[in-house]
């Protein structure tokens, strides 16, 4: 079992920015392919961003050039940097987990861009 923690969330501004954090409860951490992911209202969950034990990431083209995911595999954490936001970024976004086709989630941290 994986338990996640996301941080960082809030309402800001169109251009600014805003550092998400996940937390894990799990020893097997580095082992697991971490990600973010959003769902606005009325609409379905998708992905914005994976990186894997490796350290090989992946961006939704509408965030690539924005976003930026990491992971510090000593502190069971990943961060997801995202600058020059806009009022589409406004979401729930949620951390997973995934090993294999197991998935864990979140509960979901709020972001707000608005001016």
């Known amino acids: 079992q994986v338990q996640l923690v996301e941080s960082g969330g809030g309402l800001v501004q169109p251009g600014g920015s805003l550092r998400l954090s996940c937390a894990a409860s799990t020893s097997g951490f580095s082992g697991y392919v971490m990600g973010w992911y959003r769902q606005a209202p009325g609409r379905s969950r998708d992905e914005v961003a994976t990186?894997?034990?490796?350290?090989?990431?992946t961006y939704a083209d509408s965030v690539k050039g924005r976003f930026t995911l990491s992971r510090d595999n000593a502190k069971n954490t990943i961060y997801l940097q995202m600058n020059s936001l806009q009022t589409e970024d406004t979401a729930v976004y949620y951390c997973?987990?995934?090993?294999?086709?197991?998935?864990?989630w979140g509960q979901g941290t709020q972001v707000t861009v608005s001016s």
């Open positions: 990186i894997t034990s490796g350290g090989i990431t």
């Open positions: 997973s987990a995934r090993w294999g086709p197991k998935f864990y």
